[in-house]
């Protein structure tokens, strides 16, 4: 992939990030210094390197033909390396003859306090980047071809945009979503802050254009079970679950649902009241077709007869394995309430004790008590309810992070049922109140105003004590432990990333966080992204988030992977390892150890010898690193160029 160039002539180019690298690392000290190097015939300083003057003197000094190499010390390779390898090729020279040391993350801002000791630092780092500099090698990248089609999974608020997205730019899109209908957590939402918008109002125009759009497939009651290849290259199986009813023939009459003696918990109404073992999974469902649930059918075939269009056949298993070709994966797979049962203090065995998910349901007009607020273990309607906040959320034992949005969920639950039941007493139970949206703190004042009482504080412990709740907390603002009478207590519960999450992460090759959130590649610059190009996030699968965020984020997606779509070719990063095939002997480590499948062997005159798809490396080095025999080598980053870099680095480059 490389070729021999002439002489070394490098330029060093050191930054001083105004105040960042400059307040701290002596840069004229630097720049001396640097000019002192082998090989190196320029060095030049300048407040802010990125800016439009600073990529200006480098593209001068390369035009003029001083340099064949050039060096920048600024901030991070991550941010910053492809900016000046545009600014390098935008002056003629090839991009990858470009080096870069960090002397910002890992210097100044390391040693901020020993500005001494940091300029040290800073000139190993320089001679380090200039040592590699005079091996490095012009590499040409390579073009890969597109196929126009993406796969979306996940079939909530965000993957439902980012769907419409594609198919509206004239994308053919597969929409995977593992449950029978399309919608999300979204659909079980009784109205969205801070406008009070009915949620199914909001969400059902949109699930009818994605079922009527020419450009999306829907494969509903669906998973993910295979991927393989490549960004504009991948190819995915598919497995339509078994619904046991022609969905050609099902017209969604809900007569079989009607007559099933089954009577199993509702999963969408969060098990407040009861499907049968062939149902819908709710009303507003798209598409509206029946799925048997055979693990709770008893084989009566009450269904089977009284189905008017002859779709349900329960004898028939109809599960399929679907092969896509596909150019761009959005993953949006959302999110699963966090389980209070591992929080036994606060009793959610308790029939009164309900998660916030729950309590929505019981809001809905489409749920089981039809929008009336009753207690679960009488049907009476409760005089006191309590909000206990950060469950399962800001907390070392459970989950550290803030879910952001149960706070707002909490003040509109409260706003509304103080609005319908002016007369019930509210408490809501608060470590802090996080309102930082769009008209948030002004629809919390609101809900305060309606006489929802907030007490700071958190609570221990919620005990039975007869007809009532005892909810045992601490009022912050008192000083002293308080304990509410209650008749319900709503458990705001936190977000986790979905079940599965997990394994899907493995599947694409993507990372998955320490709290087992998707990891974007860059939370500032490419927050869709992830690290295996071709796939991107959106939604809460990302991390969690409210509705608005959520559809910014299944826009953003559908723009990022509609980017290769439209152009049909890629370019490859050429920083990729290759097999010499002389040394090869077969023996498959490079296999074993690559994350991203690219070894593959293969027969050659007899031989087997390991090849690289230099599409699928990602450059890590783990093959490089553990050939036994030598016989893979990592571009932009050979032996020679490490060994150098090391040797500056320890004081025994000698150049």
């Given at each position: 992939?490389?070729?021999?160039?002439?002489?070394?002539?490098?330029?060093?180019?050191?930054?001083?990030?105004?105040?960042?690298?400059?307040?701290?690392?002596?840069?004229?000290?630097?720049?001396?210094?640097?000019?002192?190097?082998?090989?190196?015939?320029?060095?030049?300083?300048?407040?802010?390197?990125?800016?439009?003057?600073?990529?200006?003197?480098?593209?001068?000094?390369?035009?003029?033909?001083?340099?064949?190499?050039?060096?920048?010390?600024?901030?991070?390779?991550?941010?910053?390396?492809?900016?000046?390898?545009?600014?390098?090729?935008?002056?003629?020279?090839?991009?990858?003859?470009?080096?870069?040391?960090?002397?910002?993350d890992q210097c100044s801002w390391a040693h901020p306090s020993t500005p001494e000791k940091a300029t040290e630092k800073a000139k190993l780092?320089?001679?380090?980047?200039?040592?590699?500099?005079?091996?490095?090698?012009?590499?040409?990248?390579?073009?890969?071809?597109?196929?126009?089609?993406?796969?979306?999974?996940?079939?909530?608020?965000?993957?439902?945009?980012?769907?419409?997205?594609?198919?509206?730019?004239?994308?053919?899109?597969?929409?995977?979503?593992?449950?029978?209908?399309?919608?999300?957590?979204?659909?079980?939402?009784?109205?969205?802050?801070?406008?009070?918008?009915?949620?199914?109002?909001?969400?059902?125009?949109?699930?009818?254009?994605?079922?009527?759009?020419?450009?999306?497939?829907?494969?509903?009651?669906?998973?993910?079970?295979?991927?393989?290849?490549?960004?504009?290259?991948?190819?995915?199986?598919?497995?339509?679950?078994?619904?046991?009813?022609?969905?050609?023939?099902?017209?969604?009459?809900?007569?079989?649902?009607?007559?099933?003696?089954?009577?199993?918990?509702?999963?969408?109404?969060?098990?407040?009241?009861?499907?049968?073992?062939?149902?819908?999974?709710?009303?507003?469902?798209?598409?509206?077709?029946?799925?048997?649930?055979?693990?709770?059918?008893?084989?009566?075939?009450?269904?089977?007869?009284?189905?008017?269009?002859?779709?349900?056949?329960?004898?028939?298993?109809?599960?399929?394995?679907?092969?896509?070709?596909?150019?761009?994966?959005?993953?949006?797979?959302?999110?699963?309430?966090?389980?209070?049962?591992?929080?036994?203090?606060?009793?959610?065995?308790?029939?009164?004790?309900?998660?916030?998910?729950?309590?929505?349901?019981?809001?809905?007009?489409?749920?089981?008590?039809?929008?009336?607020?009753?207690?679960?273990?009488?049907?009476?309607?409760?005089?006191?309810?309590?909000?206990?906040?950060?469950?399962?959320?800001?907390?070392?034992?459970?989950?550290?992070?803030?879910?952001?949005?149960?706070?707002?969920?909490?003040?509109?639950?409260?706003?509304?049922?103080?609005?319908?039941?002016?007369?019930?007493?509210?408490?809501?139970?608060?470590?802090?109140?996080?309102?930082?949206?769009?008209?948030?703190?002004?629809?919390?004042?609101?809900?305060?105003?309606?006489?929802?009482?907030?007490?700071?504080?958190?609570?221990?412990?919620?005990?039975?004590?007869?007809?009532?709740?005892?909810?045992?907390?601490?009022?912050?603002?008192?000083?002293?432990?308080?304990?509410?009478?209650?008749?319900?207590?709503?458990?705001?519960?936190?977000?986790?990333?979905?079940?599965?999450?997990?394994?899907?992460?493995?599947?694409?090759?993507?990372?998955?966080?320490?709290?087992?959130?998707?990891?974007?590649?860059?939370?500032?610059?490419?927050?869709?992204?992830?690290?295996?190009?071709?796939?991107?996030?959106?939604?809460?699968?990302?991390?969690?988030?409210?509705?608005?965020?959520?559809?910014?984020?299944?826009?953003?997606?559908?723009?990022?992977?509609?980017?290769?779509?439209?152009?049909?070719?890629?370019?490859?990063?050429?920083?990729?390892?290759?097999?010499?095939?002389?040394?090869?002997?077969?023996?498959?480590?490079?296999?074993?150890?690559?994350?991203?499948?690219?070894?593959?062997?293969?027969?050659?005159?007899?031989?087997?010898?390991?090849?690289?798809?230099?599409?699928?490396?990602?450059?890590?080095?783990?093959?490089?690193?553990?050939?036994?025999?030598?016989?893979?080598?990592?571009?932009?980053?050979?032996?020679?160029?490490?060994?150098?870099?090391?040797?500056?680095?320890?004081?025994?480059?000698?150049?």
């Amino acid at each position: 992939m490389g070729e021999k160039t002439e002489e070394p002539r490098i330029g060093v180019y050191v930054c001083h990030c105004g105040t960042n690298i400059g307040g701290v690392v002596n840069v004229p000290e630097v720049v001396e210094f640097a000019s002192k190097l082998p090989n190196v015939v320029v060095a030049r300083e300048h407040l802010y390197m990125c800016s439009d003057p600073g990529q200006e003197i480098i593209k001068k000094d390369i035009r003029d033909g001083l340099v064949n190499r050039v060096v920048v010390a600024s901030c991070t390779h991550r941010t910053h390396e492809p900016i000046f390898r545009e600014c390098v090729a935008s002056a003629g020279l090839n991009k990858y003859l470009y080096e870069q040391a960090n002397i910002r993350d890992q210097c100044s801002w390391a040693h901020p306090s020993t500005p001494e000791k940091a300029t040290e630092k800073a000139k190993l780092l320089v001679a380090s980047a200039v040592a590699k500099a005079r091996y490095l090698e012009p590499l040409e990248e390579k073009e890969v071809e597109v196929i126009d089609r993406a796969l979306v999974i996940g079939g909530g608020i965000a993957g439902i945009n980012a769907a419409l997205d594609l198919a509206n730019m004239g994308f053919k899109v597969y929409l995977v979503e593992k449950n029978p209908s399309i919608g999300g957590r979204m659909a079980q939402l009784d109205k969205t802050f801070p406008t009070n918008d009915c949620s199914a109002c909001i969400l059902a125009p949109k699930m009818v254009e994605v079922a009527n759009n020419p450009n999306i497939e829907l494969l509903t009651y669906s998973e993910v079970q295979e991927v393989s290849g490549y960004i504009g290259n991948f190819k995915v199986k598919v497995k339509k679950k078994a619904t046991y009813v022609d969905w050609e023939k099902c017209t969604g009459c809900r007569i079989c649902t009607q007559e099933c003696p089954v009577r199993v918990p509702n999963e969408f109404n969060c098990g407040l009241d009861t499907r049968g073992a062939i149902y819908i999974q709710f009303d507003q469902a798209v598409p509206a077709r029946a799925v048997v649930d055979k693990e709770h059918c008893i084989g009566c075939k009450k269904c089977m007869k009284v189905c008017p269009a002859g779709a349900v056949d329960i004898e028939k298993n109809n599960e399929e394995i679907v092969e896509l070709e596909i150019g761009t994966i959005i993953v949006a797979t959302g999110f699963d309430p966090f389980d209070p049962r591992k929080m036994p203090n606060l009793n959610y065995d308790d029939p009164d004790v309900l998660t916030a998910l729950e309590f929505e349901r019981l809001m809905c007009a489409s749920g089981p008590t039809k929008g009336h607020i009753e207690r679960p273990s009488d049907g009476k309607k409760p005089k006191v309810i309590s909000w206990v906040q950060c469950v399962g959320s800001r907390d070392r034992d459970h989950n550290p992070y803030c879910s952001r949005v149960c706070c707002m969920y909490a003040v509109k639950q409260t706003w509304l049922i103080k609005e319908k039941y002016p007369d019930i007493d509210i408490y809501v139970h608060y470590i802090d109140m996080r309102t930082p949206g769009k008209d948030f703190e002004e629809y919390y004042a609101q809900a305060r105003e309606k006489g929802v009482k907030f007490i700071r504080g958190k609570v221990g412990e919620i005990e039975r004590k007869g007809d009532k709740l005892l909810v045992k907390a601490e009022d912050v603002d008192l000083g002293e432990p308080i304990i509410v009478e209650a008749d319900m207590v709503v458990l705001s519960v936190g977000l986790e990333p979905s079940a599965g999450t997990q394994e899907l992460a493995r599947l694409l090759t993507i990372g998955c966080g320490a709290t087992g959130w998707l990891t974007e590649n860059h939370p500032k610059l490419r927050p869709v992204d992830t690290n295996t190009d071709g796939v991107y996030i959106a939604g809460c699968a990302q991390g969690p988030k409210d509705i608005p965020d959520s559809v910014a984020q299944g826009k953003a997606a559908a723009a990022a992977a509609a980017i290769p779509l439209s152009t049909g070719k890629i370019k490859v990063e050429p920083i990729v390892a290759e097999v010499i095939e002389e040394f090869c002997g077969g023996c498959r480590t490079c296999e074993e150890v690559c994350p991203y499948g690219a070894p593959q062997i293969v027969e050659k005159d007899g031989k087997y010898k390991s090849e690289i798809n230099p599409v699928l490396c990602k450059g890590c080095g783990a093959c490089v690193a553990s050939c036994p025999a030598g016989a893979i080598v990592q571009h932009g980053f050979k032996d020679e160029q490490i060994r150098a870099q090391v040797q500056a680095l320890t004081s025994e480059y000698e150049g």
